[in-house]
């Protein structure tokens, strides 16, 4: 049976309350999945609370992706889809970038999965990850300028403007 | 061809050696397999029993560019493979020639975008451009038999070889 993905929401909420005070900051809803904003400095104690916890087991880091909302402050977000698999639940974890440093710690030691998804953040949005093995571009040159993803970066390129 | 390659004057031997030099180029045209994206499936169709392009002895597709004498880019180009183009076509033997198949290698397709080679002709130099999004086998044969004529008219006489411009295959072709 699939669980409710709105009621693991409050639940983990409340569990994390205990265990984590002050590392959520909100809880919100869309299309029946709960995403959970969670402080920057909090965010590696959360992402291991939801690893190893025996009652959320989050063993699965399905994605990760950065988001550029551009004129708001901070202007970074990212975002980690995380799958418990023993217990099909489904959240997202959204924290915000710090303007100053551009830099989150980094997940690698938790999901190994997040090695080539933080290169890819770093590549294309230039959001760094303090910690990281190995934060090189992945998927354009090595000599690239600029990270393409970012709202200001021209679609054709630098070299058509 | 290095021993004799422009050494002479045109004359009537040279023309015969053109003959038969330029006869076994045309009719044993090796590409490199260089298929980037949709557009190599059209070329692999090209070479399938359906439309045969053995027929035009263009059909040893070879995986090394020492092997090869023309160079089919069928598909998207993008500036991280567009060094590995270039290094491909430096290996091959010359006389070489570049086919540029479909709209993304003949002047980046659709993808107007910060990531994409926006026509392969700015790495090389390209004889034929071959249109179609992808091309059918057709159009593309059609871009070997044209390719066919400009070989035979090759001579290895000391005669400046021109550049010659670029030949475009319409959809109508």
Known sequence: MIPVQRDIG????????????????????????????????HLTQVARF???????RFTFLANLSPVDWLSRT???????????????YRIALKVDVPDQTLSLP???????????LEREAYDLFGVRFAGHPDLRRIMLPDDWEGHPYRRDYPLAGRAAQ | MGLIDGRFEKNVATDAVDTVINLGRA?????????LACCAIEMIHTTTARWDLARFGAEVFRPSPRQADVMIVAGTV?????????RLYDQMPEPKFVIAMG?????????????????????VPVDIYVEGCPPRPENLIRAFILLQERVKAMTIAKSPRSAEPPIRIGASA
């Open chain 1, 74 to 88: 901070p202007r970074f977000e990212v975002v980690y889809h995380l799958r418990s698999l023993e217990f099909n």
């Open chain 2, 78 to 86: 993008t500036h991280k493979m567009a060094p590995i183009l270039r």
């Open chain 1, 50 to 56: 939801l690893k190893d916890e025996p009652s959320w």
């Open chain 1, 106 to 116: 980094s997940l690698t030691g938790i999901w190994r999965a997040a090695n080539w």
């Open chain 1, 10 to 41: 409050a639940l983990l909420v409340g569990d994390l309350a205990e265990r984590l005070p002050g590392a959520v900051r909100q809880l919100t809803h869309s299309c029946g999945e709960c995403s959970l904003h969670v402080e920057p400095a």
């Open chain 2, 27 to 35: 009719y044993s045209l090796w590409p490199v397999a260089y298929g």
């Open chain 2, 103 to 123: 709209g993304c290698a003949t002047a980046g397709g659709p993808f107007r975008t910060y990531s994409v080679v926006q026509g392969v002709d700015t790495i």
